[in-house]
């Protein structure tokens, strides 16, 4: 069941992804602009730092371990210029040494396949889980009356999305996206070629530089490095709540949580969806990446909470509703550093006609399992081992699908 759920979750995932108008391109005030540039630097903790990068198997140990301690780094990068390149597309990203990744990573312009027929607002057949969504959102004890929002996944597949139904105000012009799409020539790493895992102990500080055949070269450097590793718990209330608690993050602009479960792992019964915002706002750029300027606004309307808090009440509801084990992300935004040639003028009236723009964002993310213990945050007396039952001891790699299956432990 716990595995069916985290299938669960990424196919409604995938949904919000799928109904969520895409962020703009970056307004170029002139189309002078040649080449677009961004680095997307993740800090991964709990669940998400032992899955990161690695493989299907490596991830079941570290789960068979009960090991949730792990942290993780991973870096997305994304050139888009409106240049045809000259030759083979072909670009690399220099890194300083402390990014332990060589010298450089290329970035590889991917084939571009025929999109299949799509209709706006759809969800392909066969995507889309039975049964119903059960939408909460707030932090609190209890959940507000009016909750939950009930939507019909048959409803939802055939592209009757409820007004609301997904994030809204949060696709700013700030936080433009690069795509092969809305690029005359793409690149971007990791990619099938080069996929090499970033390491716990890198660093980005220091110069930086891109070469292409498609673009002008790029050269920043950078004085901010990936965020703080997330630190979460939960505790569970006597109303039937789970308080969630977390470090405080230096440089943190704004946190945001959700969380997904569903009492028969979502195979045709009620999916459970929770937001920590104070209002009806769910997917799409929440799970993505926020500009300082984005958080502002959305911490000023209640839809992500403040870089101050560091806690926030599931409500009973909410865990009651979801089963023996929900899956819960919390999300710590945190500064952006933004680099031009040449640079934008102090004076906003003056003309910037720049050949080059870029940004490098940066963000810290766990992952709890509430009421799977050793991942789901709760201090360890909590998590005791539970008494005997009989069954032999799970021993070597086959153990693994010998415990999945109820035959060891």
């Given at each position: 069941m716990k595995f069916r759920l985290i299938a669960g979750t990424a196919v409604v995932c995938g949904a919000a992804a799928a109904v969520t108008l895409p962020a703009p391109a970056v307004s170029q005030g002139a189309s002078t602009t040649v080449a677009r540039y961004t680095v997307d630097a993740s800090t991964l903790s709990g669940m998400a730092g032992m899955g990161a990068g690695g493989s299907g198997l490596g991830m079941a140990m570290n789960m068979m371990r009960g090991?949730?301690?792990?942290?993780?780094?991973?870096?997305?990068?994304?050139?888009?210029?409106?240049?045809?390149?000259?030759?083979?597309?072909?670009?690399?990203?220099?890194?300083?040494?402390?990014?332990?990744?060589?010298?450089?990573?290329?970035?590889?312009?991917?084939?571009?396949?025929?999109?299949?027929?799509?209709?706006?607002?759809?969800?392909?057949?066969?995507?889309?889980?039975?049964?119903?969504?059960?939408?909460?959102?707030?932090c609190g004890e209890h959940a507000p009356k009016g909750q939950p929002v009930v939507i019909d996944f048959a409803k939802l597949a055939k592209g009757q999305v409820p007004p609301g139904?997904?994030?809204?105000?949060?696709?700013?012009?700030?936080?433009?996206?690069?795509?092969?799409?809305?690029?005359?020539?793409?690149?971007?790493?990791?990619?099938?070629?080069?996929?090499?895992?970033?390491?716990?102990?890198?660093?980005?500080?220091?110069?930086?530089?891109?070469?292409?055949?498609?673009?002008?070269?790029?050269?920043?450097?950078?004085?901010?490095?990936?965020?703080?590793?997330?630190?979460?718990?939960?505790a569970n209330l006597p109303s039937g709540a789970v308080q969630l608690n977390w470090n405080a993050l230096p440089k943190a602009t704004g946190y945001y949580a959700w969380l997904m479960g569903a009492k028969d792992g979502g195979q045709g019964g009620d999916m459970v969806w929770w937001s920590s915002a104070s209002s009806q706002q769910f997917g799409g750029a929440l799970a993505g990446w926020l500009s300082p300027a984005a958080v502002g606004k959305l911490v000023a309307a209640g839809t992500v909470m403040p870089s101050s808090q560091v806690s926030c009440t599931v409500p009973a509801e909410v865990?009651?509703?979801?089963?023996?084990?929900?899956?819960?992300?919390?999300?710590?935004?945190?500064?952006?550093?933004?680099?031009?040639?040449?640079?934008?003028?102090?004076?906003?009236?003056?003309?910037?006609?720049?050949?080059?723009?870029?940004r490098v964002r940066f963000r810290s993310n766990t992952t709890l399992m509430l009421g799977l213990p050793g991942m789901d945050g709760t201090p360890q007396a909590e998590n005791a081992a539970p008494a005997p039952s009989g069954k032999p001891k799970c021993k070597g790699l086959s153990g693994i699908a010998k415990r999945a299956a109820g035959l060891c432990e």
């Open positions: 090991g949730g301690g792990q942290v993780a780094h991973t870096v997305e990068l994304r050139l888009g210029s409106n240049r045809a390149a000259t030759g083979a597309p072909k670009a690399d990203h220099f890194m300083p040494a402390v990014a332990k990744l060589g010298a450089s990573v290329p970035l590889i312009t991917p084939e571009r396949a025929q999109a299949p027929e799509y209709v706006p607002g759809t969800i392909p057949p066969g995507q889309m889980p039975k049964g119903r969504l059960l939408l909460y959102w707030g139904l997904f994030a809204q105000g949060v696709n700013l012009p700030e936080d433009w996206q690069i795509l092969a799409s809305n690029s005359a020539t793409y690149g971007e790493w990791p990619n099938a070629r080069d996929s090499k895992q970033v390491s716990a102990q890198s660093s980005l500080l220091g110069p930086h530089k891109v070469v292409s055949t498609y673009a002008p070269q790029i050269d920043f450097t950078l004085a901010d490095d990936f965020m703080p590793a997330l630190q979460a718990r939960s865990k009651q509703a979801a089963g023996e084990v929900a899956m819960t992300q919390l999300y710590g935004y945190g500064p952006q550093a933004d680099f031009s040639y040449p640079p934008r003028p102090a004076n906003a009236k003056a003309a910037w006609k720049p050949d080059w723009i870029a």
